[in-house]
């Protein structure tokens, strides 16, 4: 039995099924009569109608296309008239942009015709434990920005462990409000969510706020990094293997499908997927089946779909390096996570949150915060955002030697160049006293050719020469993303397993205490 409310001392719940079909309206209605709901049945949307304006309903479960208009419809006039009924659809086989079309629209979820009853009944009783599930009351996420859409700041009572997770998302402007809104209310579907945002924003707290804030949120979470796995091992990792399927498969395995069920699955940086990757990805999303390695049988999986990138996938569906009809179905809902530099009013509030965890991690006593610290940091460019800010305050926690702490940006910023740099990132260039840039003589001034300056002498060591000037180079890239590689090796142009070989080459060691070579983190 699934998780029906008929075995608690709530009324059963009230499922409306909407299908022109007799037969299959006939085996839902006795597949739900079973599960111990109460049932009524509707074959048009006149009908189903008239049922809507008679009673209320926990839930509605629509076929797509009726004899007198489409179940979008009935979607559209449930949301219109602020109605409380959850509306499953169900959709005619490779027709994906129809669920997703109603997915946007309101509806929780989607079944594929055929319908498998047993995931029939498991999308049932999601839909239903959305409606019944008692929830503690609970603080407002925020108060309704004046001028904003009063709609997206609406969201269900939350749980004491999303309110937990929202307070994770440290900070009170406004970008974040609106983010924290967002989440509260999309968290209560199905639809997939893609979170967008630069490397170092938080973008997997984002994700795991979806998750703690939905019916899901007693699952598991599972979080994937695409661009870390080997591209021959993406598929056993994704939907599992049988026991000798390849050489070392000594018993079956589950894939992160398979660990995530009842749960959400968070696949973050899934612009680095490979193309043959993303087509399989694509038909278990679809399908709500995986078939792991050396199995003949396809097996249903019930997980949400949460993805992150810092890459502009409409730019990669462009070049080609992303599938359009994958992006168009992870894309349903976009939650975008502001730059820290579009929300420095809130770097007071994010500095003692992380030196209070830092301090905690090394059973110190929470350090000061001295105005003139939060001074420089607000003039520093803080482009690897959070995990920048966070990769400065360690240091200056770990060089503390006082009452207060000094903040050590590494390689001399004056407080002149953080001004300068807050406005506007100078370009990279080699570091040395050749690099600094000689300022333009005002128009008026006759413009005098400086004199020619010897060249300098020919280096000894040529490649030792090079390895200098580029090691200087990675340094200065690393520290100005607050040591994340993938950011750094964008702005160089190259990719992150060519920044970790010279970074390992070069013997670069970064603040946490690796050359590189064999990292297994996540750079972003």
């Known amino acids: 039995m699934s998780n029906s409310p ?80 959850r509306c499953v659809v169900m959709t005619a086989y490779g027709s994906a942009e129809n669920a997703v079309e109603a ?37 407002p996420v ?10 997206e700041a609406e969201a269900a009572p939350t749980s004491g462990t999303g309110i937990a997770a929202l307070d994770r998302l440290v900070g009170e402007s406004e970008p974040m409000r609106l983010v924290k809104s967002r989440i509260a209310k999309v968290a209560r579907g199905m639809a997939p969510v893609l979170v967008r945002g630069e490397s170092g924003t938080g973008k997997e707290l984002v994700a795991r706020a979806v998750h703690a804030c939905s019916q899901r949120s007693e699952g598991p979470f599972v979080a994937v990094n695409c661009g870390a796995i080997p591209e021959n091992l993406l598929e056993a990792e994704f939907f599992g293997a049988k026991k000798g399927s390849y050489t070392g498969s000594s018993q079956d395995r589950d894939g992160y ?24 990805l694509l038909r278990a999303i679809q399908e709500r089946s995986v078939r792991s390695i050396g199995s003949t049988q396809e097996e249903a999986v019930d997980v949400r779909i949460v993805s992150a990138t810092h890459k502009d996938l409409h730019s990669e569906v462009q070049a080609g390096r992303f599938r359009q009809d994958l992006f ?31 301090a905690q991690d090394g059973g110190l006593p929470v350090p000061h915060l001295s105005d003139e610290l939060l001074r420089r940091l607000a003039q520093h460019p803080l482009n690897g955002n959070v995990r920048e800010l966070e990769n400065l305050l360690h240091r200056a926690v770990a060089l503390n030697d006082g009452d207060e702490l000094h903040l050590d940006l590494m390689g001399g910023f004056t407080a002149a160049a953080e001004a300068a740099a807050s406005s506007a990132p100078a370009p990279l260039s080699p570091v040395g006293a050749d690099a600094l840039a000689v300022p333009a003589p005002a128009p008026s001034a006759p413009v005098v050719a400086p004199p020619r300056a010897a060249p ?6 040529l490649q030792a020469y090079l390895d200098q000037q ?55």
């Open 6 to 85: 008929s075995s608690s001392t709530q009324r059963p719940a009230q499922i409306l099924v909407i299908d022109d079909e007799p037969d299959l309206r006939t085996l839902y209605e006795l597949t739900l009569l079973r599960e111990g709901y109460r049932v009524e049945a509707a074959g048009s949307v006149s009908e189903a109608w008239q049922h809507l304006e008679a009673a209320r309903f926990d839930a509605v479960i629509t076929d797509m296309r009726l004899p007198d208009g489409q179940g979008m419809e009935i979607i559209h006039r449930i949301q219109k008239n602020q109605r409380s009924e």
């Open 103 to 139: 997915l946007k629209a309101g509806a929780f979820d989607y079944l594929t015709k055929p319908v498998d009853l047993k995931q029939f009944r498991a999308v049932v009783a999601s839909a239903v434990q959305a409606r019944t599930t008692p929830q503690p009351l609970a603080k």
């Open 142 to 151: 925020q108060a309704t920005p004046a001028g904003s859409n009063r709609a």
């Open 257 to 280: 499908f398979q660990a995530a069920r009842g749960g959400t699955l968070f696949l973050d940086e899934i612009g680095d997927l490979p193309l043959a990757m993303q087509s399989k």
């Open 328 to 358: 168009y179905r992870l894309n349903v809902i976009e939650i975008a996570v502001p730059a820290l530099r579009d929300r420095r009013e809130d770097l007071p509030a994010l500095c003692k949150a992380l030196l209070s965890r830092i």
């Open 456 to 461: 300098p002498p020919l280096p000894s060591d």
């Open 470 to 524: 580029e090691r200087e180079i990675l340094v200065r890239a690393l520290h100005e993303s607050g040591f994340n590689r993938t950011a750094a090796a964008a702005r160089l142009g190259m990719s992150l397993r060519q920044i970790r070989y010279r970074i390992a080459r070069l013997g670069i060691t970064t603040p946490n205490g690796d050359d590189g070579a064999n990292s297994s983190h996540a750079d972003d």
